[in-house]
T-cell receptor, first 114, second 109 residues
Framework: ETGVTQSPTHLIKTRGQQVTLRCSSQ?????VSWYQQALGQGPQFIFQ???????GRGNFPPRFSGLQFPNYSSELNVNALELDDSALYLC?????????????FGPGTRLTVL | TQLLEQSPQFLSIQEGENLTVYCNSS?????LQWYRQEPGEGPVLLVT?????EVKKLKRLTFQFGDARKDSSLHITAAQPGDTGLYLC?????????FGAGTTVTVRA
């Protein structure tokens, strides 16, 4: 059984640029959630995708957008990058869209915005 | 803004000592989870507590859920260097997890 994988591992961008982060969910899981973890903080929920549809969204501006593909892998896109977007971006997959269902986290993508 | 407050923020102890980490919320959650996160990795689920007053044990780790389901604690007995990591509590919502800021635990050999 393949775990959750994310790419790239690290990324450096400058203010105003756009970035795409990728996540492959665990085999058999059709739900992917994205979280932002700033330095010294716990993860903050960005949004969740279930069967290719956005199922819920946290308090993040519209320049944070996502996609889920038929194979249930997912992308997180961030436009007009700001310095505060520097963080570890985590994706988590689960079998069901319920928060109570166990979420399996990937290792994250470390984004640095200069 | 973190809905869950964890204390202490940092904890450094000697191998063999005991430690307790606290998680408090002003909101009631249907259940609460504890995770451990190591550098360069995502959080890994340790336990889910559901019932008020519930106590769960996982080897040397003891988890307690408050009667009102608004607070929880994690107690580690005879800590080992392998217990070093960031411990996160998370309130379980309809579709998302709400995390605390975490407690960084360092166990010195």
């Amino acid at each position: 059984e393949t775990g959750v994988t994310q790419s790239p591992t690290h990324l450096i961008k400058t203010r105003g640029q756009q970035v795409t982060l990728r996540c492959s969910s665990q085999s058999g899981h059709n739900t992917v959630s994205w979280y932002q973890q700033a330095l010294g903080q716990g993860p903050q929920f960005i949004f969740q995708y279930y069967r290719e549809e956005e199922n819920g969204r946290g308090n993040f501006p519209p320049r944070f957008s996502g996609l889920q593909f038929p194979n249930y892998s997912s992308e997180l896109n961030v436009n007009a990058l700001e310095l505060d977007d520097s963080a570890l971006y985590l994706c988590a997959s689960s079998l069901l869209p319920s928060g109570a269902d166990t979420q399996y986290f990937g290792p994250g993508t470390r984004l640095t915005v200069l | 803004t973190q809905l869950l407050e964890q204390s202490p923020q940092f904890l450094s102890i000697q191998e063999g000592e005991n430690l307790t980490v606290y998680c408090n919320s002003s909101s009631v959650f249907s259940s609460l989870q504890w995770y451990r996160q190591e550098p360069g990795e995502g959080p890994v689920l340790l336990v889910t507590v559901v019932t008020g007053g519930e106590v769960k044990k996982l080897k040397r780790l003891t988890f307690q859920f408050g009667d009102a389901r608004k607070d929880s604690s994690l107690h580690i007995t005879a800590a080992q260097p392998g217990d070093t990591g960031l411990y996160l509590c998370a309130g379980v919502g309809d579709y998302k997890l709400s995390f605390g800021a975490g407690t960084t635990v360092t166990v010195r050999a």
